[in-house]
């Protein structure tokens, strides 16, 4: 049994209510933030509350897109639509692009399509079906099938038609040739060809596998990376002598080669391999980060880019598919935080002066290269740090970024195509996901004409507006904050801090990219038409807010300082007029499940309940999930502070009531972290609710889980603190 100690202490709060400084954000009166919460009476009954306009069935229909892949020729796109958990292939082409399903699935089975590609001749699209195996190769299997479910690769004709099944696995390399795919399975690359005949050639076997297939732009020689543990290699497989050659190999961990345009020179990422640095602690400089270029044929390699020591050696990529890109002038496209920021530079691919292409305080994402590479396209969150827009800069450095979109609106994943169209995604406060389409001359409209679900709330939502506080250690902290509608003067209600998981992720001030959390704003959304007020705090090491921000000292397993901010976000709300002080609570999932937990265990007397989403518990045992090499009996210091900050040293002083949420095959975070969390708490008389998904996974496929999880978190909150 662990005993801590009690470092929860009334002086504490106190301290914390005395720090938190707040700044108003857009359409909320100074005047209002800064009354004080003791000059207002007691709540009204709960039969004076406002009922919802919307259910919970209504928020959750919008149907989502992601992955959006363009046709070679740039006259057709592709995405993934989920309706509700039913996940189908859907395409538009020029000119009129008008979207259209292409494949024909109808049940909320759980199945995931991923890694979407055309092929060559633009005339099919290849797509995996089935989640990614865990570390024993099982397959998630969310409807518990008795017969087993498969992950497969499938081939479907553009123009319509009947998918075909291409192997069993994971995601294919289409081969430059337009007739082969490239897969790798065991130690061992192979090539088959598309259309199914014949059977696959076995390239090249290397020891640990090879992963990240990059044909050359002429199919004749195939780069790869071999992960070793400690080190990783690129390799080049030669079709002429069928010989694999190692690029400059050295005692660093090398990844995500690209060719140049001609094929003739391959550059690469070069990274130090840090003994005992584990994940969730901060870094902030290390060994510097390179970019190597190598002859092929050779093997040779020199570095043509060494980041500075200090601030920027980190590196830390941008989200997208890879951090690094061949453009025109032979310029090399990486992220590079040399500023603070994840900034988008450019380097000659012979050496030479990096230039920083988006200088500011603003991070890039999702950068693509326009077909003739003189163009990189991306969204950030320069001049809006709340929202995402598109951008596109010259690589060439012979002008500042260009915007593509503003507004109040959110787009990201924008995505080049012929004459000079875009697509991309976009939402905003009150509407859900969507593809959309810019057209020169036209405007921007979405793919799909019946893109919105009829049960999806048109009314009720409200816009969550920008604030900020000060956390109990002075650190500012942004955050979303949603008033409940039909607020009356002098009225007090219940407040629910959420928070989000990650802990690399940001909300924004509408429904976000990812679907875990467009499904959490979702729920913010419903909370708010219950009645609750509710503040999504974007903590520190969260993205979005610099690289000082992200890797903000002793968060996480180093030290837990983020429950700083879970503090300053409770004596915030203590301070609204709107809020009755002893009835504010918490939720969040994964790293938001951590840090409600954290809130619980540490500050029950400022937290009334709280519901735990599959939450991290004891941070050695999360990282022995995420490095199975971790060994705290190696490290005892780093273990003795690691449980320090975890939420299991302190259930001597949980006092506040816990609903907790898991599936059993979560593969980010052991079930076993709830199991051992509810027994402690039980032991102790701590009330502690339940909702397991047998063989559902840490991001639930199944839609219908997440609206019972969902309904059972509102219940929960309604229950213990009011309405």
């Not at 609750?532 to 996480?556: D, H, K, P, T």
């Not at 994964?590 to 004891?618: E, I, Q, R």
Request: charged residues 20%.
């Amino acid at each position: 049994m662990m005993r801590m100690g009690k470092l929860w202490r009334p002086g504490l709060l106190a301290l914390a209510l005395l720090a938190v400084f707040f700044r108003p954000g857009a359409g909320v009166p100074f005047s209002e933030l800064s009354r004080g919460p003791g000059s207002l009476g007691p709540p009204p009954p709960p039969s004076a509350r406002p009922g919802a306009g919307f259910t919970l069935e209504q928020v959750l229909s919008a149907s989502l897109p992601s992955g959006l892949a363009a046709a070679p020729d740039g006259r057709a796109v592709a995405w993934v639509q989920n309706a509700r958990g039913v996940r189908n292939v859907y395409v538009a082409e020029a000119p009129d692009w008008r979207g259209r399903r292409l494949t024909a699935y109808t049940q909320d089975d759980g199945q995931e399509i991923s890694a979407l590609r055309f092929t060559l001749d633009g005339r099919h699209l290849v797509f995996v079906r089935g989640g990614a195996p865990n570390r024993q190769g099982q397959i998630p299997n969310p409807e518990s099938v008795a017969a087993g479910v498969a992950r497969a690769v499938w081939i479907v004709p553009v123009a319509g038609g009947e998918a075909r099944k291409l192997r069993d696995g994971g995601p294919v390399t289409l081969h430059p040739d337009g007739v082969h795919y490239l897969y790798g399975e065991g130690n061992a690359v192979f090539r088959k060809r598309l259309d199914g005949e014949g059977p696959a050639d076995k390239l090249f076997e290397v020891r640990g596998g090879a992963g990240s297939l990059v044909p050359s732009p002429d199919g004749r020689r195939v780069a790869f990376v071999a992960g070793r543990g400690t080190h990783s290699f690129v390799g080049v497989w030669g079709e002429g002598d069928r010989t694999v050659r190692w690029m400059s190999p050295g005692l660093w961990l090398d990844a995500s080669p690209v060719w140049s345009p001609d094929g003739r020179r391959l550059a690469f990422l070069r990274r130090p391999q840090v003994p005992g640095q584990w994940p969730f602690v901060p870094v902030r400089q290390t060994v510097p980060f390179a970019l190597v270029v190598a002859d092929p044929e050779s093997g040779q390699g020199r570095e043509v880019f060494r980041a500075e020591e200090g601030q920027g050696s980190a590196f830390w990529p941008w989200e997208g598919e890879s951090p690094l890109l061949w453009a025109a002038g032979d310029l090399l496209l990486f992220p590079y935080e040399k500023t603070g920021w994840l900034n988008l530079w450019a380097v000659p691919a012979e050496g030479g002066a990096p230039r920083n292409l988006t200088p500011g305080p603003f991070e890039v994402g999702n950068v693509l290269l326009s077909a003739d590479r003189r163009h990189a396209f991306f969204d950030s969150n320069q001049d809006d740090p709340h929202r995402k827009h598109l951008w596109r800069v010259a690589v060439d450095g012979s002008g500042s970024p260009e915007p593509l979109t503003s507004g109040r609106g959110i787009e990201w994943s924008p995505l080049p195509l012929a004459e000079r169209a875009l697509a991309f995604l976009a939402s905003e406060a009150t509407l859900p996901a969507r593809a959309e389409i810019l057209l020169p001359g036209a405007g921007r409209r979405p793919l799909l004409e019946d893109w919105l679900a009829a049960e999806f709330p048109r009314t009720g939502l409200v816009e969550p507006v920008p604030v900020s506080f000060r956390a109990a250690d002075g650190l500012e902290i942004p955050c979303q904050l949603f008033l409940p509608p039909g607020l009356g003067p002098g009225e007090r209600r219940p407040a629910v801090v959420y928070f989000h998981g990650g802990s690399r992720r940001q909300m924004l001030l509408g429904f976000h990219p990812s679907i875990y959390y467009h499904h959490a704003y979702s729920l913010n959304q419903y909370l708010a038409a219950q009645g609750f007020v509710v503040l999504s705090v974007n903590y520190r090491s969260g993205i979005g807010y610099g690289m000082e921000f992200r890797e903000a000292l002793n968060y996480g397993a180093a030290g837990a300082s983020e429950f700083q901010d879970v503090l300053g976000a409770g004596a915030y709300l203590r301070s609204r007029p709107e809020v009755d002080p002893a009835r504010i609570g918490l939720w969040g999932g994964s790293y938001g499940g951590y840090l409600t937990a954290m809130g619980l265990a540490k500050a029950s007397d400022l937290f009334a309940a709280g519901v735990d989403l599959h939450g991290v518990h004891d941070w050695n045992v999360v990282i022995a999930g995420f490095r199975p090499d971790y060994d705290r009996g190696q490290w005892p210091e780093f273990a003795r502070r690691a449980l320090e900050a975890s939420p299991l040293a302190y259930v001597d002083t949980w006092r506040s009531p816990v609903l907790l949420i898991h599936g059993d095959d979560d593969r980010n975070v052991p079930f076993s972290e709830s199991v051992d969390l509810a027994y402690h708490l039980r032991l102790r008389g701590v009330p502690v609710e339940e909702l397991v998904f047998p063989d559902e996974v840490h991001s639930f496929l199944l839609h219908r889980n997440w609206l019972r999880a969902y309904q059972a978190a509102a219940d929960f909150l309604g229950r213990w603190l009011g309405r």
